[in-house]
């Protein structure tokens, strides 16, 4: 019979550790009972929703900087290729400057060889006339 007791008392035991572990455990702050357990993991997903949309918050004003970091970049650009516009225009502005003095200058040198060719020309013909002249005049005379 001492087993039998042994047993039951064994059985009851058990039964009363199983009723109340969640209270001593509770107690304890080891364990919380499931209803605040639910009202704390409740509390932390809305915390995690909260810095969640912080966080989107956030990641959007860091786009929206980085967008006008790009439209001020692209302004930037934009106003270089002005400034590259404005050198081209005047290298062919230069260009068109420096055909016409060079076309100028090919027009005064054409015009000098006219002359030149023309003074040679004269400068034989006189030359050519004197000579003959002074031939003549040492023949008739001599």
Do not use: C
Not at 106 to 134: P, Q, V
């Amino acid at each position: 019979m001492p087993a039998v007791n042994r047993q039951l008392t064994l059985e009851d035991i058990s039964e009363h550790v199983r009723a109340h572990i969640g209270e001593w455990l509770a107690e304890q702050s080891l364990a919380k009972p499931p209803a605040v357990y639910e009202i704390e993991l409740r509390e932390r997903m809305i915390r995690v929703e909260e810095e969640l949309k912080n966080q989107r918050e956030l990641m959007k004003q860091g786009f929206d900087l980085m967008e006008k970091r790009f439209e001020s970049v692209d302004k930037r650009f934009e106003a270089v290729e002005k400034r590259f516009e404005t050198v081209d225009k005047r290298f062919e502005s230069m260009i068109v400057e420096n055909h016409r003095r060079f076309e100028a200058m090919d027009k005064r040198f054409e015009n000098l060889t006219k002359r030149i060719d023309r003074l040679i020309i004269w400068s034989l013909g006189i030359a050519m006339g004197t000579g003959s002249l002074i031939v003549t005049t040492l023949k008739l005379l001599l």
